[in-house]
């Protein structure tokens, strides 16, 4: 290695060590998972928050067990929620089905697909802002609160291939029972131009309790209280 080189890992490896000391964990859960009330399945995931130059960054990683389909994934995000990273894979009984690799630059975020039968890329305009939520991963909803001083909002779903405009809105404050506590929560949902919604509940923290997408017959409720 040069004395260059050398120079600049040196001084490299602190930076990495002081972010590391400094992160904290905002958000770590299990959720249950219903389709229509049956048992589905269950999620994990853990969500920190970490300095960075200019502001802080968000690193989300979780593990869903959906029937027969198994989905890794992690989300890189600026402290808005708007992706800058992504990587998941999908496995259902326990056989390669996709692979997902997406990466941020100024005003676009650009994501490519890899499958048994080949390889597919798609860009995406982030010029306004933009949330990442992947099918049937339920805690990339975390970031809906955190987006809700703006009235409407795009939202990319990268295994889908597809982003879709939403408005936002806060719906007030309700009782959520996790593991037969009653938890107060705040509202917020996602409501396409047909009416239909994808609703979030957050505790005071802004921690996620509980996730319905009430078109697809789909809640995702916490476990355990947050503590």
């Given amino acids: 290695m040069s004395i260059r ?21 905002v ?17 994990s995931f853990r969500i920190a928050r970490t300095p960075a130059p200019g502001g802080q960054v968000f690193l989300v990683k979780g593990q869903s067990a959906l029937g027969e389909s198994r989905i890794s994934t992690t989300l890189g995000t600026d402290s808005l929620g708007i992706p800058v990273s992504y990587e998941a894979e999908h ?15 100024p005003g676009r975020f650009s994501v490519v697909r890899q499958t048994r ?18 099918e049937d991963v339920f805690h990339h909803f975390y970031f809906v609160p955190v987006t809700r001083s703006r009235s409407d909002l795009i939202v990319i779903a990268p295994r889908s291939a597809h982003q879709e405009r939403f408005s936002v809105q806060e719906r007030g404050t309700e ?33 996620l309790l509980k996730v319905s997408i009430p078109e697809r017959g789909l809640i995702a409720l916490r476990d355990d209280p947050p503590r």
Wanted: glycine share 10%.
């Fill in 91 to 105: 496995t259902i009984k326990g056989q390669f089905v996709e692979r997902l690799q997406g990466r941020g630059r």
């Fill in 117 to 134: 039968s080949g390889e597919s890329a798609r860009e995406y305009v982030l010029s306004h802002g933009a949330l990442l939520i992947d």
């Fill in 5 to 25: 080189l050398f120079a600049i890992a040196f001084l490299v490896l602190p930076l990495k060590a002081g972010l590391a000391q400094t992160s904290a964990v």
């Fill in 27 to 43: 958000d770590e859960a299990t959720f249950t998972v219903t389709d229509k009330g049956a048992p589905l399945g269950r999620e």
């Fill in 175 to 207: 009782q959520v029972e996790v593991a037969g506590r009653s938890l107060s929560s705040r509202r917020f949902a996602l409501v396409r131009a047909s009416g239909t919604t994808q609703d979030v509940w957050v505790d005071e923290k802004g921690r």
